[in-house]
C-alpha cells in the first residue's frame, strides 16, 4: 500500500508542481495588490472625503449615466488605502476612476490590469468557468498530496534535520530529503491555505453545507423603500447599520454591501437593498454561525485578517511553496532522467 501511495504522490507531484507553483506566486503577489497600486499610482493612499447620502448618491449617479451604454454591473467605493471608484462591467473588464473627478485614472504601466491579470490567472487559469472547475480538482488534489505526504514520512521521522532543507550535491536523494524537510514544516499552513482555496471554488455547495451544520439564519430588517436613487440605500445603511462601510454598488438590483466593524471580509457580506415591495437591511455579523465561518474563509485565504502577522506567514507560506514544488520536481526528474556512461 506505502508504494502504491508513494507512486500516487509522486505523478500528483508531477502534474500538481506547475499549479502549486502559479497559485503560490500570483497568491502571494496579490497579497500585495493594494500596496503596489497605491506605489504605482499616487494618489490612491489619500484621505478618503466623507460624503452626505446625497453627494454620495450624485457620485455614482453620474459613473452609472457615463458607463450607461458599456453594460454597468456594479461599482466599488472609495475607501482608506484605496481612493478610488472601480468600475467592473459586464464584459467583465474593471476602470479605475479617480474619487474626486470621476475620470479614469492615468496608469502608464497598466499595473491595475496586470495585477487583474494574475488574479485572472489565480482563480480562473485565465480559462473562465472551465479553467474555475479546473483549479477546483487540482486543489482537492494538492490536498491529497499533503495529506499522503505526511502519511509517507511519519515512519522516517526520527531522521528529520533541517540541514536537509538544502539539497547539497543536487541528487535526486538531496533534492527529495529537501522537499520533505519543506514539507513537514509547511504542512500545518500549506493545509489552511489549500484547503480555503478549494472552499473558495466550491463555495455555494460549501456554505450550505456550513449552514446545515452550524446554522443558516439570516434574518433581515423590513424598511420603507421611500424616494430616491443610491442616496436612498445610504440613508438607510446610517438608520440600521451604524458604522458599516459602504463598500459595493449594485444598481440593476439597487443594492448597496457593506462592512460592519466586526466583519473579516474587506467588502463586508451586509446588505441594504430595495425593492418594489420595501426596502431589506442584512447585518452579516448576526447571521447563523455557518456563514460567518463561511465568510471568514477568503480574508483567511488572502491574509486579508490577523494583521501583518498572519500576512507575513501567508506571503512566507507562498515562498515556502514554491520552493516545496521545485524541489519534488526535480527529485523526480534527477530521478527520471537516465544517467550518462561513464567515460
Known amino acids: 500500500m506505502r508504494r502504491g501511495l508513494r507512486r500516487i504522490h509522486q505523478i500528483i507531484g508531477v502534474v500538481g508542481a506547475l499549479y502549486m507553483l502559479v497559485m503560490a506566486s500570483t497568491g502571494t503577489i496579490l497579497a500585495f495588490e493594494d500596496n503596489l497600486l497605491r506605489l504605482l499610482l499616487p494618489g490612491l493612499d489619500r484621505p478618503v472625503v466623507q460624503l452626505s447620502p446625497a453627494e454620495q448618491g450624485a457620485?455614482?449617479?453620474?459613473?452609472?449615466?457615463?458607463?450607461?451604454?458599456?453594460?454597468?454591473r456594479s461599482i466599488q467605493l472609495p475607501t482608506d488605502g484605496m481612493n478610488a471608484y472601480r468600475v467592473y462591467l459586464v464584459d467583465k473588464s474593471q476602470q479605475l476612476l479617480?474619487?474626486?473627478?470621476?475620470?479614469?485614472?492615468?496608469?502608464?504601466?497598466?499595473?491595475?490590469?496586470?495585477?487583474?491579470?494574475?488574479?485572472?490567472?489565480?482563480?480562473?487559469?485565465?480559462?473562465?468557468?472551465?479553467?474555475?472547475?479546473?483549479?477546483?480538482?487540482?486543489?482537492?488534489?494538492?490536498?491529497?498530496?499533503?495529506?499522503?505526504?505526511?502519511?509517507?514520512?511519519?515512519?522516517?521521522?526520527?531522521?528529520?534535520?533541517?540541514?536537509?532543507?538544502?539539497?547539497?550535491?543536487?541528487?535526486?536523494?538531496?533534492?527529495?530529503?529537501?522537499?520533505?524537510?519543506?514539507?513537514?514544516?509547511?504542512?500545518?499552513?500549506?493545509?489552511?491555505?489549500?484547503?480555503?482555496?478549494?472552499?473558495?471554488?466550491?463555495?455555494?455547495?460549501?456554505?450550505?453545507?456550513?449552514?446545515?451544520?452550524?446554522?443558516g439564519a439570516q434574518p433581515t430588517q423590513q424598511a420603507e423603500a421611500g424616494a430616491g436613487g443610491p442616496e436612498r440605500l445610504f440613508e438607510l445603511a446610517a438608520e440600521r447599520l451604524p458604522g458599516a462601510e459602504a463598500s459595493i454598488y449594485s444598481p440593476a438590483r439597487m443594492s448597496m454591501r457593506l462592512r460592519m466593524q466586526d466583519e473579516w471580509l474587506p467588502k463586508g457580506r451586509s446588505t441594504v437593498t430595495v425593492g418594489p415591495d420595501g426596502a431589506v437591511v442584512y447585518d452579516a455579523t448576526k447571521g447563523g454561525m455557518g456563514h460567518r465561518i463561511s465568510d471568514a474563509v477568503y480574508p483567511v485565504h488572502a491574509g486579508k485578517v490577523?494583521?501583518?502577522?498572519?500576512?507575513?506567514?501567508?506571503?512566507?507560506?507562498?515562498?515556502?511553496?514554491?520552493?516545496?514544488?521545485?524541489?519534488?520536481?526535480?527529485?523526480?526528474?534527477?530521478?527520471?532522467?537516465?544517467?550518462?556512461?561513464?567515460?
Open 98 to 215: 479617480d474619487a474626486e473627478t470621476l475620470v479614469p485614472i492615468h496608469d502608464p504601466m497598466a499595473a491595475d490590469a496586470s495585477l487583474q491579470f494574475l488574479f485572472d490567472i489565480h482563480h480562473y487559469l485565465a480559462l473562465g468557468d472551465t479553467g474555475k472547475q479546473i483549479i477546483g480538482l487540482l486543489g482537492l488534489a494538492a490536498i491529497f498530496s499533503v495529506l499522503s505526504g505526511l502519511y509517507l514520512w511519519w515512519p522516517w521521522r526520527r531522521g528529520f534535520r533541517l540541514s536537509l532543507l538544502k539539497a547539497r550535491g543536487g541528487s535526486s536523494a538531496a533534492h527529495r530529503g529537501a522537499h520533505a524537510t519543506m514539507g513537514i514544516l509547511l504542512a500545518p499552513l500549506l493545509l489552511v491555505t489549500v484547503v480555503t482555496g478549494t472552499v473558495l471554488i466550491y463555495s455555494g455547495p460549501v456554505r450550505a453545507g456550513l449552514a446545515a451544520l452550524f446554522g
Open 59 to 72: 457620485k455614482l449617479g453620474a459613473i452609472e449615466a457615463a458607463y450607461a451604454n458599456q453594460g454597468l
Open 306 to 343: 490577523g494583521g501583518a502577522l498572519w500576512l507575513a506567514i501567508v506571503v512566507l507560506t507562498g515562498f515556502g511553496t514554491i520552493y516545496l514544488s521545485a524541489m519534488g520536481f526535480l527529485a523526480f526528474w534527477r530521478r527520471a532522467r537516465p544517467r550518462r556512461p561513464r567515460v
